[in-house]
């Protein structure tokens, strides 16, 4: 998920205006290596959440969440925190072999818990402020995702439908990073007073 600006190049980004291929193979691809997996605020609420944790400040002092710069933007970024022994994976990578003897990446968050970029893979967003408009392309989970060469058709009208209270919670999310971004916060400023809240809400109450 992106924010538009003049620093930002989309062009090489396929713009999905209603149908596009593409199948999981549960290869966990996506899921290991150095992909980046940034979250919004409600993705640290489910998160938290889903871990019985009472505030989601719990998921940076458990290692499970840390904070990135976003140099393009001048904002600090939430991303999962991969393991690093003895490969860098997800915590949420589940790995199970199948009947047919291969081995499947399955997540642990999946569905109710899961990231919104995870869920939406590999279908991206471009927010434009300036325009107040947004669109939805395509992006490869991973270099080397095996389910981008797959023939399966999903139309992005019942996608964005699916996902829609969460698509809404992004954008609130992504406007309050571009009223942020005008002043060089430290990443303890963001963490304090942006990522750190109490899970015992329903969201809505908690952004209010």
Same mark, same amino acid.
């Given at each position: @998920?992106?924010?538009? +600006?003049?620093?930002? $190049?989309?062009?090489?980004?396929?713009?999905?205006? $209603?149908?596009?291929?593409?199948?999981?193979?549960?290869?966990?691809?996506?899921?290991?290596?150095?992909?980046?997996?940034?979250?919004?605020? %409600? /993705?640290?609420? #489910? @998160?938290? !959440?889903? *871990?019985? @944790? #009472?505030?989601?400040?719990?998921?940076?002092? !458990? $290692?499970?969440? !840390?904070?990135?710069?976003?140099?393009?933007?001048?904002?600090? *970024?939430?991303?999962?925190?991969?393991?690093?022994?003895?490969?860098?994976?997800?915590?949420?990578?589940?790995?199970?072999?199948? +009947?047919?003897?291969?081995?499947?990446?399955?997540?642990? *968050?999946?569905?109710?818990?899961? =990231?919104?970029?995870?869920?939406?893979?590999?279908?991206?967003?471009?927010?434009?402020?300036?325009? /107040?408009?947004?669109?939805?392309?395509?992006?490869? =989970?991973?270099?080397?995702?095996?389910?981008?060469?797959?023939?399966?058709?999903?139309?992005?009208?019942? /996608?964005? #439908?699916?996902? /829609?209270?969460?698509?809404?919670?992004?954008?609130?999310?992504? !406007?309050?990073?571009?009223?942020?971004?005008?002043? +060089?916060?430290?990443?303890?400023?963001?963490?304090? %007073?942006?990522?750190?809240? %109490?899970?015992?809400?329903?969201?809505? $109450?908690?952004?209010?």
């Amino acid at each position: @998920m992106c924010i538009r +600006d003049s620093h930002n $190049d989309m062009s090489s980004f396929q713009i999905i205006n $209603d149908s596009y291929l593409f199948e999981c193979t549960m290869c966990g691809n996506c899921c290991s290596g150095d992909i980046r997996i940034t979250l919004n605020l %409600y /993705d640290l609420y #489910k @998160m938290a !959440r889903y *871990l019985k @944790m #009472k505030s989601t400040i719990e998921l940076f002092d !458990r $290692d499970y969440v !840390r904070l990135f710069k976003l140099d393009e933007h001048n904002v600090w *970024l939430p991303e999962i925190q991969f393991k690093t022994n003895p490969l860098k994976f997800c915590p949420f990578l589940i790995n199970e072999v199948d +009947d047919k003897k291969y081995l499947q990446g399955l997540c642990s *968050l999946h569905p109710e818990y899961k =990231p919104l970029i995870c869920a939406m893979a590999p279908v991206g967003r471009i927010l434009d402020f300036d325009n /107040d408009s947004d669109q939805f392309v395509f992006m490869k =989970p991973a270099p080397d995702c095996p389910g981008a060469d797959q023939k399966k058709e999903h139309h992005l009208s019942k /996608d964005i #439908k699916s996902y /829609d209270v969460e698509l809404n919670f992004q954008k609130r999310f992504f !406007r309050i990073l571009e009223q942020l971004k005008a002043v +060089d916060y430290s990443k303890e400023y963001y963490q304090e %007073y942006l990522y750190q809240f %109490y899970v015992n809400l329903e969201f809505p $109450d908690i952004i209010a």
